[in-house]
């Protein structure tokens, strides 16, 4: 088996950030899968800052200011290409608890590897 050319990896890692425009997180935090279509419980929608680290990193960062409070804690991520057409799932995750109340402000951060 043969690696993928340097400049194909950088840009499929140039296609993936230049198109993730959606962050939601949520209260859900039951185990995330492959197959993960959406937020479990929604809570906010945030629009993220997507960084190309090298040719195959992508830092995706998405901040809930601190104006923002919740009654339950927050435990999902989930990341997103949206369009005019629909969305394309990129990724879920769940952590631990997080209590934001509208003393905090929260950065999530999530690094995508593509090799």
């Known amino acids: ?11 499929i890692v140039e296609t993936i950030a230049n198109n993730i425009n959606e962050v939601i997180i949520g209260f859900d935090n039951t185990p995330p899968t492959s197959s993960d ?3 479990g419980r929604p809570a906010i929608t945030v ?3 997507v960084k190309i680290l090298d040719n195959s990193s992508i830092l995706v960062e998405a901040e809930i200011p601190i104006t923002e409070k919740f009654d339950e804690t927050l435990k ?4 997103q290409m949206k369009d005019s ?3 394309t799932p990129v990724s879920r995750h769940v ?3 997080v209590v934001k109340d509208d003393n ?4 999530i951060q ?3 590897e593509v090799s």
């Open 104 to 107: 905090t402000e929260m950065k």
């Open 85 to 87: 057409t629909g969305f």
């Open 76 to 79: 999902e991520v989930y990341i």
């Open 95 to 97: 952590f631990r608890p």
């Open 47 to 49: 629009t993220p800052t």
């Open 37 to 39: 279509g959406s937020a």
């Open 1 to 11: 088996m043969m690696a993928v050319n340097d400049y194909l990896k950088r840009l």
């Open 110 to 112: 999530i690094l995508y």
